[in-house]
């Protein structure tokens, strides 16, 4: 799975960043989370193509989060989208959005399915399994776990025909995880690779269901607001601080955490929000627009845009 970051502010746009919009892609299938004012622009700067958004899911209401919607839609529809596009948001999305696409005269070719979700609910796109969890913003809110599914082993063939299968039928068979005569599929068969698992926050406090949904994942994106010695405002304002951040990194046993929606005030001094959470999480990323990785169950590299 490859994360393109499209949009890596917080509340407002700068010189430097748009607001959030985070790409996930699995071979040429797009998803995409939040949609911040400018977001249509940034993806069209990037590697990927807005025509291949299979999805669009949508954390919360806040301006920063969704006002890339009416453009976008808009956009892909002057280009010739016909394919229907489901969108999912939190509790009162589905109106939200309707208000903005008849305020903006924003008619489409193609069908918008605008859906709103809650925490426990499930649903597939293409091949990805989306879980929806709860958050704590204050407002409705919610995130998302983002699923590749699992790949069946790979089958040693050399062994299988050593072992007296021939190629055919009875190959299959073991591939499937059937015996065949005495040869049994774990033999020949290796392991079952897990399929790679993106958690994306949104805006949240630090929260129990973030730590709960992201056990065992490959990447934890959460929000990185404020730092430690703001952590009065970070809870006034519902948000996180890049340390809370990392607690639940680590008590969440993820592979790695990517901390995005840093606040303005901090455009000096990155490098010590980043070393507040490395020092609880080492495998810690500070991530910003057009970062660009490649998530595999082996590794996470980092590719040019
Ligand atoms: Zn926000
Ligand atoms: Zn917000």
Redesign the pocket.
């Known amino acids: 799975m490859e994360i393109l970051f499209l949009g890596t502010g917080a509340?407002v746009p700068s010189r430097d960043r748009s607001t959030s919009c985070i790409a996930l892609r699995s071979g040429s299938d797009i998803v995409l989370m939040d949609c911040g004012e400018g977001s249509q622009r940034q993806i069209m700067v990037s590697p990927f193509s807005f025509m291949k958004i299979r999805a669009i899911l949508i954390?919360?209401l806040?301006g920063?989060?969704i006002l890339g919607l009416p453009g976008l839609l808009q956009t892909m529809s002057l280009m010739g989208r016909s394919e229907p596009l489901a969108i999912f948001g939190p509790e009162g999305f589905s109106k939200a959005l309707g208000m903005m696409m008849s305020a903006t005269d924003g008619d489409t070719f193609y069908t918008v399915e605008p859906r709103d979700v809650a925490p426990g609910d499930s649903f597939m796109v293409r091949s990805l399994r989306v879980s929806v969890f709860s958050t704590d913003?204050g407002?409705p809110?919610v995130g998302f776990s983002v699923s590749e599914p699992d790949l069946p082993g790979k089958l040693d063939r050399e062994k299988a025909l050593s072992l007296g299968i021939k190629d055919g039928p009875d190959m299959a068979r073991l591939k499937r995880g059937e015996a065949v005569g005495n040869v049994r599929p774990e033999q020949v068969v290796g392991p079952v690779q897990k399929g790679v698992r993106v958690i994306y926050t949104?805006?949240t406090l630090r929260s129990d269901s973030v730590v709960e949904a992201s056990r065992g994942a490959d990447v934890l994106i959460h929000e990185s607001t404020y730092m430690e010695g703001d952590s009065v405002l970070a809870k006034e304002h519902?948000?996180s601080t890049s340390r809370q951040a990392a607690e639940s990194a680590v008590e969440a046993g993820v592979r790695c955490l990517m901390l995005t929606h840093v606040s303005g005030r901090y455009d000096d001094v990155r490098e010590e929000v980043l070393t507040e959470a490395k020092e609880v999480f080492e495998e810690s990323y500070l991530v910003n627009d057009f970062d660009h990785f490649d998530v595999s169950p082996r590794s996470i590299r980092t590719m040019s845009s």
Do not use: I
Request: hydrophobic share 15%; net charge negative.
């Open positions: 509340s954390t919360h806040h920063d989060h913003h407002v809110s949104g805006d519902f948000h």
